[in-house]
Every structure is written in structure tokens, then in C-alpha cells.
């Protein structure tokens, strides 16, 4: 398919702009571009050809089932666009008066104010623009806590070896060392191991529960109080909340950070580059370290407040206000009593398609999971050949998104899967049947899993070099070789 830039002809456009009503004003030619500005030149039908083509070659949530694990791929509901389209939210300037923008500002208090009680958190900020934005912001809030307390000797950082790669990669990036826990072999952080890590040199702990595995720690609470024992503070990982919301509180679990995934959790759109949203809440004694400007309430009336210790802001502005915009739609729709319903369909699913699968493939850590399982293809692999990877691309055939991949580590040929609560009984069951037929075909076929996918806009992709090679840029010199008609 071609780019965009590289489609039309020469002065071929589309402009829908008004005649000019205003003597032109030349600038200096010293503030003029050097080079001519490469713009696509092409006709309304050819961009509305090629954005629908574009969209043709990609699989999303309205596409088919989509049970990527730890992403939370949910249905997202329209009305939250609707929301988000209206004219008093959508025509809005960051640096326009505050009180004209008066009703912007209440849905962020409102947000704050529902999602802080959902958390079991004190104060929030909306700036972090995803998870692992978030993740970086509440560590630079628990090194603002230590640095106020002249307690410069914390600089360790403990992650379980099950965490997602954001986590040590955010601790690293505020300057933090990072301690690898290792599991227990039932999944569980193993408490001997976290004792012997924790000392007057840790900063903190980071940990999402329930975990990668999906599996909830059952040991939270001594966790979370050993931890605070040697002095360090609790950092939750909120991109599990589907499993628990409306039922546990990370808060209540003795965390004092937490940021959440309003992409995941709540709805909002996901992938594809964004924009996404990571609030970052906290308990009271680390709110006055929050990045750039809260939303105070007076009566009817909200304002701006500047943090006096802020950490700093993080993003422009307020953050992506329309993705909490959407966010706060979705928490409104559902109401109090709806917020249970989510984690409770959500664990339901993930266990029914658990069960239907675990006496053919082998479930890494059996028992009764939270909202995502993980299978291991290890075996399977053994026997046939056939691995996680191939399996995932069968998978893609169907018009069903793989699971993840190879995640987490600690899971040999992994495949770690998420139906969600917005996906039916039939679909999950469509999957389930695919999969076993799958599980059949590697040990009668597997070169013909070998070779999937066969049906999709493209094969297999040279992974390796998109990696190690990427063109991130289009220049109008090198012709892009590896565009494909
Ligand atoms: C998705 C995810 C993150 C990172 O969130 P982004 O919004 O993708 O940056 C962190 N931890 C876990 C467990 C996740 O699933």
C-alpha cells in the first residue's frame, strides 16, 4: 500500500478553506522554509480511499474478539465519543480563561473525585499521557517524598520478576536501582526473598494485583506492610484494575501510589499510538508533590491550584482532557453498583474460557485466575515444533487477535489471554473451539501453522530487522523500498 505522501498528482488538492478575506501578509524571507514542504496533493476521494483502506488493515475491538493479555482490550462505548464531540469540550483552548472553561474543569474534579474513591486514594492528577507515563510521574512523587525527608540513602527500586517491562524501565529512568523478587512457584511474590531485598536503602516497591499471571496476591497486605516497615512506600500498578474494580481498593491493599490505564480500565481508546491517559493518584502526605496544576473546588465554582512541592509538570496542560472526558462518561454510564459488574463479568470469562481449555493446553498456574490466564506452549513445542508465536498467528486466521506473547517472562512459550467482560458467551466459545482445533492441527499439520497466516494484508514480518532497522521517517529522497503495491 502506498503512503499518503506518495499518492495524487502535482497540485491535485482538496482545499476546503474560505477564500482569503484579509490583506496577505508576506513574512521575511529569512523565516521562510528552505525547502518546499513535501505535502500530499491529493482528492477528497482519494484521502477518504485511503484512510478506509488503512483501516481495513488493521484489527480492533470493532473488528473481532481481541484478547490481548494485561491490555484490556474492552468494548469502548460510543456514547463516551458522543461526549467527547460536543462542541462546549471539543472547542476549547488550554490558555483560555479559566472561568470560561468552568465546566472543563468540573469533569476533572469529577473524575478525580470517583476515581480516588475507586482506588482508595486522596488526590489525583490527570497529566501523564499513559501507564508508563504514570509510572514514571508516581516515582518521581516517592523521590520527592524521601528527598523532603533528607532520606537520601533510598535509592532501590523492588520489582517482582513477573512485572510488566515498563516498570523497571520508569524506575530506571528516575535513577533508581532495580531489585529483581523472584515468584514463588505458585505465582506470589515470595516473602522471603522480598524481607531479605528490603533494607534502609529501599525507595519502594512497585506491584500490579492482581499480577501478570493474573493471579491475586494473597499476602497483600504483609507485602504492602513490610514495604512500609523499612521505611519504603507502595507503588500499585493499576493496569490489572479490571479484575478488582468495585470490589478492592489499592488503597485498602496499603499502596500509596497508583496510577490507572483509562484506555484499559475505563474504556478509552487504545493503541495505535494513543493518545491514551495514566492519572497518577496518591495518599494525602505525597498530594502536595503532584505534577503542575489540580483542579480546586469553591463552592460551585473550580480553579486551577498550583502545587507548592510539585514534582513538575509531566505533559502540557492538563494532560489529554477528552480521554478523561470519555473516562468519566463510561464511570457515569455504569454508576456505582455498574463498577462490580466489570470486574465480576471480567473474571467470569476469564475463567469459563480457562476451564474449556486447560485439559488441552496446560494453564501455567492452575487454580481459579483473576481476569487474564496464562497458558505455556512449552510442551506442545517439544512434541511438534509448533510455538507460542506460530499458534498466535492460527489464531490471527480467524480474524481473532492473538494473545500476548512470550509475557511474562517468567512463562515459557507463553500465550497470556484477556476476554474482558464486554465480550459474549459465543464469542469466547468461537475462540476456545478455534484454539482446540489449532492444538489439533500442530500435531497433525504443524507445518501448516508454520506457515500462518496466509489470509492477512501481510504474512510474516521480518521482526528482527523492523527492530534493529527501523524507518521511522519517510524521506522524499529514498523512496521506500519496502512499500508493497
Ligand atoms: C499496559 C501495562 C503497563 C503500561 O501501560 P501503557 O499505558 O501501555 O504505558 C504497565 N503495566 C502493566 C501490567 C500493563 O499491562
Known amino acids: 500500500m502506498r503512503l499518503i505522501v506518495e499518492s495524487g498528482q502535482k497540485n491535485r488538492s482538496c482545499t476546503l478553506l474560505p477564500e482569503l478575506s484579509v490583506p496577505e501578509y508576506r513574512m521575511e524571507a529569512s523565516l521562510l522554509r528552505g525547502q518546499e514542504l513535501h505535502l500530499p496533493e491529493v482528492s477528497e476521494t482519494e484521502i477518504s480511499r485511503h484512510y478506509t483502506a488503512l483501516a481495513g488493515r488493521v484489527h480492533g475491538v470493532n473488528n473481532g474478539f481481541y484478547p490481548l493479555g494485561s491490555c484490556t482490550m474492552k468494548y469502548n462505548p460510543k456514547i463516551n465519543d458522543e461526549i467527547a464531540a460536543m462542541e462546549g469540550f471539543s472547542n476549547i483552548h488550554p490558555l483560555q480563561p479559566e472561568y470560561t472553561a468552568e465546566g472543563c474543569l468540573e469533569v476533572l474534579k469529577e473524575a478525580e473525585e470517583i476515581l480516588t474513591e475507586i482506588t482508595g486514594m486522596d488526590a489525583m492528577t490527570f497529566q501523564p499521557a499513559a501507564g508508563a507515563h504514570g509510572e514514571f510521574t508516581g516515582l518521581l512523587l516517592m523521590h520527592a517524598y524521601h528527598t523532603a525527608r533528607k532520606d537520601s540513602g533510598r535509592t532501590k527500586i523492588l520489582v517482582p520478576d513477573s512485572a510488566h517491562g515498563t516498570n523497571p524501565a520508569s524506575a530506571a529512568m528516575v535513577g533508581y536501582t532495580i531489585i529483581n523478587i523472584p515468584s514463588t512457584e505458585h505465582g506470589l511474590v515470595d516473602l522471603t526473598a522480598l524481607k531479605a531485598a528490603l533494607g534502609n536503602d529501599t525507595a519502594g516497591l512497585m506491584l500490579t494485583n492482581p499480577n501478570t499471571l493474573g493471579l491475586f496476591d494473597t499476602?497483600?497486605?504483609?507485602?504492602?506492610?513490610?514495604?512500609?516497615?523499612?521505611?519504603?512506600?507502595?507503588?500499585?500498578?493499576?493496569?490489572?484494575?479490571?479484575?478488582?474494580?468495585?470490589?478492592?481498593?489499592?488503597?485498602?491493599?496499603?499502596?500509596?501510589?497508583?496510577?490507572?490505564?483509562?484506555?484499559?480500565?475505563?474504556?478509552?481508546?487504545?493503541?495505535?499510538?494513543?493518545?491514551?491517559?495514566?492519572?497518577?493518584?496518591?495518599?494525602?502526605?505525597?498530594?502536595?508533590?503532584?505534577?503542575?496544576?489540580?483542579?480546586?473546588?469553591?463552592?460551585?465554582?473550580?480553579?486551577?491550584?498550583?502545587?507548592?512541592?510539585?514534582?513538575?509538570?509531566?505533559?502540557?496542560?492538563?494532560?489529554?482532557?477528552?480521554?478523561?472526558?470519555?473516562?468519566?462518561?463510561?464511570?457515569?454510564?455504569?454508576?456505582?453498583?455498574?463498577?462490580?459488574?466489570?470486574?465480576?463479568?471480567?473474571?467470569?470469562?476469564?475463567?469459563?474460557?480457562?476451564?474449556?481449555?486447560?485439559?488441552?493446553?496446560?494453564?501455567?498456574?492452575?487454580?481459579?485466575?483473576?481476569?487474564?490466564?496464562?497458558?505455556?506452549?512449552?510442551?506442545?513445542?517439544?512434541?511438534?515444533?509448533?510455538?507460542?508465536?506460530?499458534?498466535?498467528?492460527?489464531?490471527?486466521?480467524?480474524?481473532?487477535?492473538?494473545?500476548?506473547?512470550?509475557?511474562?517472562?517468567?512463562?515459557?512459550?507463553?500465550?497470556?489471554?484477556?476476554?474482558?467482560?464486554?465480550?459474549?458467551?459465543?464469542?469466547?466459545?468461537?475462540?476456545?473451539?478455534?484454539?482446540?482445533?489449532?492444538?489439533?492441527?500442530?500435531?497433525?499439520?504443524?507445518?501448516?501453522?508454520?506457515?500462518?497466516?496466509?489470509?492477512?494484508?501481510?504474512?510474516?514480518?521480518?521482526?528482527?530487522?523492523?527492530?534493529?532497522?527501523?524507518?521511522?521517517?519517510?524521506?522524499?529522497?529514498?523512496?521506500?523500498?519496502?512499500?508493497?503495491?
Open 219 to 485: 499476602n497483600i497486605l504483609e507485602i504492602t506492610r513490610l514495604v512500609h516497615e523499612a521505611g519504603g512506600l507502595n507503588y500499585y500498578d493499576g493496569a490489572n484494575l479490571n479484575a478488582v474494580i468495585g470490589r478492592a481498593r489499592p488503597g485498602d491493599m496499603g499502596f500509596d501510589i497508583v496510577h490507572l490505564n483509562l484506555h484499559k480500565t475505563f474504556s478509552t481508546p487504545h493503541g495505535g499510538g494513543g493518545p491514551g491517559s495514566g492519572p497518577v493518584g496518591c495518599k494525602k502526605n505525597l498530594a502536595n508533590y503532584l505534577p503542575g496544576n489540580r483542579v480546586a473546588r469553591d463552592g460551585e465554582n473550580h480553579y486551577l491550584l498550583q502545587q507548592e512541592e510539585s514534582v513538575g509538570r509531566v505533559k502540557m496542560f492538563e494532560g489529554n482532557f477528552l480521554i478523561v472526558l470519555r473516562a468519566l462518561t463510561y464511570l457515569l454510564t455504569l454508576g456505582k453498583e455498574g463498577m462490580a459488574d466489570i470486574s465480576g463479568n471480567a473474571v467470569l470469562n476469564a475463567n469459563y474460557m480457562m476451564k474449556r481449555l486447560e485439559d488441552t493446553f496446560e494453564v501455567a498456574y492452575p487454580g481459579v485466575c483473576m481476569h487474564e490466564f496464562v497458558l505455556t506452549l512449552e510442551k506442545l513445542k517439544e512434541e511438534t515444533g509448533v510455538s507460542a508465536l506460530d499458534m498466535a498467528k492460527g489464531i490471527q486466521e480467524y480474524g481473532i487477535h492473538p494473545p500476548t506473547m512470550y509475557f511474562p517472562n517468567i512463562v515459557h512459550e507463553a500465550l497470556m489471554l484477556e476476554p474482558t467482560e464486554t465480550e459474549s458467551k459465543e464469542t469466547i466459545d468461537r475462540a476456545v473451539d478455534i484454539m482446540l482445533q489449532l492444538y489439533d492441527k500442530a500435531q497433525n499439520e504443524p507445518e501448516r501453522l508454520k506457515e500462518a497466516p496466509i489470509n492477512q494484508p501481510v504474512r510474516r514480518l521480518d521482526e528482527v530487522t523492523a527492530a534493529r532497522k527501523p524507518i521511522l521517517k519517510h524521506s522524499d529522497e529514498e523512496h521506500c523500498e519496502t512499500c508493497v503495491e
